[in-house]
């Protein structure tokens, strides 16, 4: 189970990604899902809650607000 969260922000999806992954943690945008030359970035966040660590959301969140 997944569900999606848009964010505002002039950073690029990649840009992102690889800033909370720096920090240990895993996301996903839905740009990453989009197939051939036409991927653009969404703002948009792909959050499986199904695996979601609940000990390290918080954290993870507040990683992710700091950035954006």
Do not use: P, W
């Not at 950073?11 to 197939?35: P, T, W």
């Amino acid at each position: 189970m997944h569900f999606l969260l848009k964010v505002r922000t002039k950073a690029s999806d990649l840009e992102m990604v690889n800033h909370v992954r720096s920090h240990g943690i895993r996301i996903s945008c839905l740009s990453e899902y989009q197939h051939g030359d036409t991927r653009t970035d969404s703002g948009t966040i792909v959050i499986n809650y199904s695996g979601l660590d609940y000990d390290r959301a918080a954290e993870a969140v507040k990683t992710l607000l700091s950035y954006i």
